[in-house]
């Protein structure tokens, strides 16, 4: 019997032992399942948030900043939302706030308010939240976000009385400060209400036209301001209005900032008061580089200087239509041209201002050919008769670098080169004018380019050329005289013309003139696009044919009208000039539209050559008929 109680005991004890050890298990797993549940079920944030500077009192000023928490509750309960912290690019803030509230399952909006006093103290503008942390009623974090942005702008004047701000009210003043008829600045007053004395920056920015065309010009002014409404003056540049051709109507922004470089204040598209153009205002300093200069200087026999200069440049600046030249003080009778024809020009202190045919653009390169006299007894001196000093300078004021220079000076004719100053590259001599040639490469304004010339020159020479037209003269006149003597033929009797046959002249070249007009009306119709190409080209062969018939016909009669003497002879003389003027000019007409056509040329180059031929035109229509109105009377 003791035996089987011993037995039991050791049965019992196993048995106890692993229930307690199940019951422990059990009662540990549900103490560690229990705040998983809750965390997983009771609510999570949306990552949606909204702000607003709410201002309590109406004086402008917000009292706080409200911040808008989304919570999307799964089990009705008291959750506490906490933020904390605003930074902005530059800083951040510690600042924080919480709000405990009992929410309802669904979404659910919970606001935070953050003190007003606090930011404006922190001077900081702020742009996001450090962090938004949820809680439940045990205080078990639920969920959290970091770094989330403010949906809208904020300042920290916002938050109290702001420093200075912009009060919309402008004024404008082009300024001429060189007194050249041109305004070097668009003088802008900006006027700042100050409420707490310091210093601040004005920054403005942007000018456009009616329609819209803009530049980008910018300027700021930084100033000490005391209390009370001042006006800060800031001064745009008018080289670059004018280079944009832009005439201004319009500022496009305006900037107040304080020395943290906060802006505090801002206006936008501001009407300047006052009207301008473009031209009104500074042209470009042109910073043309001379890529080659040639230059003949040619003393002539009579006692006069001749000067012949060639310009090959390249504009480095603002595209312009003003080019600079410096030519000497003393100069008469000056010319500048280009490739095609004469330019107008200004004189100012020694410097040619040239108006070019069109724009020279940034990089874009050109030739210009100015002539001139200079007074001999300035710059040529004479010793023991024959013996000649010649100075000069190889070139005049300019302000960049020239990269080639040729200078050649033309002796008089029968005068002997003795020596100069600088050695000459070479001379050259054809028949009895000698040329002394000389070339210099990289001239800087710094270099000293005054040379001097010495040359012989017999007073002979002075007379030769004279001597020898007094000579050819004297031998015409003993030809005309030996054949005025001779028995002059008789003279035909002058045919009088036959009023047929001039009213039929006049009547042809009249339609002559009718025709010419229809084939202009059916080339400009062809234009525009009016009449079909195929109807053209008939049309245009039937008119050429016709043409010829009274070309050929007006010829004929021509020469019975010209026989009636030198009073017909010389108007069939001017119709005959004015019919070669007009077809070269029409032809004229023809290569530009098709230069237009390649854009070989700019337009304005196009208009002002077209009016040129036009004018041409019309000067021959009004010569041929003022001669038909005269043989018809």
């Not at 874009?364 to 200079?374: E, R």
């Not at 003269?473 to 035909?492: D, Q």
Request: net charge negative; charged share 20%.
């Amino acid at each position: 019997m003791v035996l089987h109680v011993k037995n039991m005991h050791k049965r019992i004890l196993p048995a106890v032992l692993v229930s307690f050890l199940v019951i422990s298990i059990f009662t540990f797993s549900l103490v560690q399942l229990s705040p998983v549940c809750a965390q997983g079920q009771n609510a999570s944030l949306t990552g949606t948030i909204f702000d607003q500077g709410v201002d309590n009192d109406g004086d402008g000023i917000y009292d706080s900043l409200e911040i808008g928490v989304q919570v999307d509750v799964v089990t009705a309960g008291l959750f506490n939302v906490e933020v904390s912290g605003l930074y902005d690019s530059h800083s951040s803030l510690t600042i924080s706030n919480q709000n405990s509230t009992l929410l309802d399952a669904g979404v659910q909006t919970v606001f935070v308010p953050l003190t007003g006093t606090t930011i404006y103290t922190s001077k900081i503008n702020p742009t996001n939240i450090t962090t938004i942390i949820l809680y439940n009623e045990f205080g078990t974090q639920l969920d959290s976000l970091s770094g989330v942005s403010l949906s809208n702008d904020y300042f920290y004047f916002d938050f109290g009385v702001t420093p200075a701000r912009l009060t919309s009210t402008i004024s404008d003043e082009g300024l001429d400060t060189d007194d050249d008829g041109y305004f070097d600045i668009l003088r802008l007053g900006v006027q700042v209400d100050v409420s707490i004395a310091g210093s601040y920056t004005v920054d403005a920015g942007g000018i456009y036209d009616p329609s819209y065309n803009s530049v980008s010009v910018l300027t700021k002014n930084t100033t000490y301001l005391n209390l009370g409404v001042h006006f800060v003056y800031l001064s745009l540049n008018g080289t670059e209005i004018y280079t944009a051709v832009v005439n201004p109507t319009t500022i496009a922004s305006i900037f107040l900032y304080d020395t943290s470089n906060t802006t505090l204040s801002e206006l936008h598209d501001l009407a300047l008061p006052t009207s301008y153009t473009y031209d009104q205002f500074q042209r470009p300093p042109t910073e043309a580089k001379f890529t080659e200069i040639e230059r003949k200087i040619t003393l002539n026999q009579e006692g006069s200087i001749y000067v012949a200069n060639t310009y090959r440049l390249t504009n480095l600046g603002f595209s312009t239509n003003i080019l600079e030249i410096g030519i000497p003080e003393d100069s008469y009778d000056v010319t500048v041209r280009d490739e095609m024809g004469t330019l107008n020009v200004e004189t100012e202190n020694a410097v040619l201002l040239v108006n070019l045919r069109s724009v020279l653009d940034q990089n874009a390169t050109g030739s210009i050919y100015v002539f001139y006299f200079l007074p001999w007894e300035t710059y040529v001196n004479q010793q023991n008769g024959v013996e000649y000093t010649t100075k000069f300078s190889f070139y005049e004021q300019f302000n960049t670098t020239i990269g080639k220079l040729k200078v050649n000076v033309i002796l008089p004719n029968g005068a002997e080169f003795k020596s100069a100053t600088v050695v000459p590259q070479s001379t050259e001599k054809n028949g009895f004018q000698e040329t002394i040639m000389f070339e210099f490469s990289d001239v800087t304004p710094s270099q000293n380019l005054n040379f001097e010339i010495n040359y012989k020159y017999l007073t002979f020479w002075s007379s030769f050329y004279p001597t020898i037209w007094i000579g050819i003269l004297s031998f015409v006149g003993l030809v005309v005289a030996f054949f005025w003597k001779m028995p002059k033929p008789s003279v035909g009797p002058i045919i009088p013309v036959q009023p047929k046959a001039l009213r039929s002249f006049i009547e042809t070249y009249e339609e002559k003139t009718r025709i010419r007009s229809e084939l202009e009306s059916l080339n400009e119709r062809l234009k525009k696009g009016k009449i079909p190409r195929r109807r053209y080209k008939v049309r245009k062969k039937m008119l050429d044919g016709r043409m010829s018939s009274i070309s050929r016909n007006i010829s004929s009669l021509s020469e019975q009208i010209r026989s009636a003497g030198s009073k017909y002879a010389k108007m069939i003389k001017q119709l005959e000039v004015a019919e070669l003027k007009l077809k070269s000019t029409e032809k004229d007409l023809e290569r530009l539209e098709l230069r237009y056509k390649n854009s070989q040329i700019s337009k304005i180059e196009y208009v002002k050559l077209f009016e040129e031929y036009q004018s041409k035109i019309e000067d021959a229509e009004v010569t041929i008929d003022g001669v038909l109105l005269r043989l018809r009377d």
